[in-house]
């Protein structure tokens, strides 16, 4: 595998289900990322980490919870969703810590749908 | 964080150059330029960045507005391949944090 690699492509789940979605990186970079892409909608920043660390939460709710154990592997632990969660959901990882020039290499998404 | 705007669309024919613009009224002196495009399907790429001059690579070239107010993203010669939403973003620090602050895009058409 190379590049960004995320699972599951696709996912369904009902408002009172209990998903993970995992993102894992081949590159070597420091730093990883969640991104919400909503139809009509900018990409919207949900977390970074810097070498494991959180270092950014853009006021997303808490049924959302990010992990990343070690630098090549950062998950997105789901627990009552609303319908208005549904989305791409996108993850991306940069060499360094996330500077001006860092150029940020992203995953497929995962398409997910909150029924 | 900077806001930027973007026409929702644009056209053009194959082998032809595409401009694509980019209004950033409220960047601020040290805030990026970067262009990311995404192809159905797929996640985002890279395609450029810049500060003040004007950058060239294998993909495109980005011409900054003296003033910063602007850019344009320009495609020497579209291929059917470059179909894509294209996304001007900046990258900023907020004070506690740095991050790139993408716009809603331009969906770039190219026909035969």
Redesign the interface.
Known sequence: ETG?TQTPRHLVMGMTNKKSLKCEQHLGHNAMYWYKQSA????E?MF?YNFKEQ??N?SVPSRFSPECPNSSHLFLHLHTLQPEDSALY???SSPGV????????????TRLTVL | DAKTTQPNSMESNEEEPVHLPCNHSTISGTDYIHWYRQLPSQGPEYVIHGLTSNVNNRMASLAIAEDRKSSTLILHRATLRDAAVYYCSTWGNTGTASKLTFGTGTRLQVTL
């Open positions: 960004v009509k909608k900018p990409l920043l970074v270092t950014e853009n996108l993850c991306a996330g500077g001006a020039e860092d150029t940020q290499y992203f995953g497929p998404g």
